[in-house]
């Protein structure tokens, strides 16, 4: 028979932090302590590096036979990325929305045709800030939480619903974390996408719509929400988001690059590829970033006492100081990595440097000397 004392003890460890702490739960923002708990229970995946990169570059058929769209089942992670969502619901992405950066980087490629070095800069630059870079996961959705604590702990950054690095304020499709729900299909919003896309698209989605309403999504974050933020690394991809769906979700067989808004419903709303869907004809990245940038200038900063008081941040990188990209790559290391993880020891100090390494390469800035905020290999990490 089980000691009352063995019952005890199990019953503890069944509802502890350590025992509830999921295997994609990210590290990032924890406190000492709370790392020193849960990173012992977590079997340590290191990272082997981007996947080659993909052999045939052009346009084929993607909503196949071998990639059927099923709806989100209970428990499945999807969050404030269409682009992840789709591909998940598609099977592309494992289905329940926790995957590697290394399926991410394959998946964005075999889906999309997004450019190598692109999928290497999303995936692993998610991966750090977002996902666990210890167990080598990242959802693509939800949140974790440390349950079994008295009183209950905060939820814990589990996957791209984090607030702060790359979602952010002023998305097209998803309202502003302040409000709530920064992660869920906003129709309001994809009214206003529809508006935009009559007024300055003759009724589809493209660049001009995209400068247009990047800057009318700003103006209402700034006017309605007393904590808006638009900083690097998020304010790079405030504007990353206004391009993508031109550049991967319009079929690779139109040249035109027009959105239909049906289509478009489809992949925000419903993670869903239309029939007969095929890729992108050639690799794409960023494309038409410089069409949303010119439309109307906007300075990386926030709102610093309430609504109404946007301030830019003359330290922050931004598209006019920074051509190089070495400057965002400072900011990403500086102003965000080592605040979420200010002390890194053992696995979690190897596993953020390897990554680190893996997104330096893959955005190669110009003229920029690569960071070791933790010591280099020969420092003994």
């Known amino acids: 028979m089980v000691s009352f004392l063995s019952f005890v003890t199990l019953a503890l460890a069944l509802t502890s932090p350590i025992a509830a702490f999921p295997a994609y739960g990210s590290l990032a923002g924890l406190s000492g302590e709370e790392l020193d708990r849960i990173i012992p229970t977590l079997k340590y995946r290191r990272s082997e590096g981007p996947p080659p990169q993909m052999e045939f570059n052009g346009t084929k058929l993607v909503n196949d036979e071998d990639h059927p769209w099923q709806p989100a089942q209970e428990g499945d992670m999807r969050g404030p990325c269409p682009g992840l969502n789709t591909l998940a619901s598609h099977g592309y992405l494992p289905r329940n929305g926790i995957a590697t950066p290394e399926q991410i980087i394959i998946a964005v490629q075999e889906g999309f045709n997004m450019e190598y070095t692109t999928a290497q800069i999303v995936a692993y630059g998610g991966l750090i800030v977002d996902g666990n870079v210890v167990t080598n996961l990242l959802s693509i959705g939800g949140k974790s939480t440390l349950t079994g604590e008295d009183p209950p702990a905060p939820a814990t950054a589990g996957g791209l619903n984090t607030h702060g690095p790359f979602e952010g304020d002023a998305s097209i499709t998803r309202g502003d974390a302040y409000f709530g729900d920064n992660h869920s299909f906003n129709e309001t919003l994809f009214g206003e996408l529809v508006e935009y896309s009559n007024r300055y698209g003759a009724g ?74 095929h890729r992108a004809d050639k690799p794409m990245s960023t494309e038409g970033i410089g069409n949303v940038i010119a439309a109307h200038s906007i300075s990386p900063g926030r709102n610093i006492n309430g609504v109404n008081t946007y301030t830019p941040d003359p330290t922050a990188a931004n598209f006019t100081s920074d051509t190089t990209g070495c400057g965002f790559y400072q900011d990403f290391v500086n102003k965000t990595v080592i605040v979420l993880y200010p002390n890194p020891t053992g696995v979690l100090r190897e596993a953020l440097n390897r990554n680190l390494g893996y997104f330096y390469e893959a955005l190669n800035p110009a003229n920029c000397t690569q960071l070791f905020p933790y010591g280099t290999e020969e420092d003994g990490y």
């Open 204 to 277: 589809k989605y493209n660049y001009t719509v995209a400068g247009e309403l990047r800057w009318r999504r700003f103006q209402d974050s700034v006017a309605t929400n007393p904590e808006f933020s638009f900083l690097p690394p998020r304010y790079t991809a405030a504007y990353a988001e206004m391009v993508f769906p031109v550049n991967f979700f319009v079929d690779g067989r139109q040249t035109d690059g027009q959105l239909d808004l049906d289509v478009a419903r489809g992949f925000f709303q419903h993670s869903q590829m239309p029939d007969d869907f």
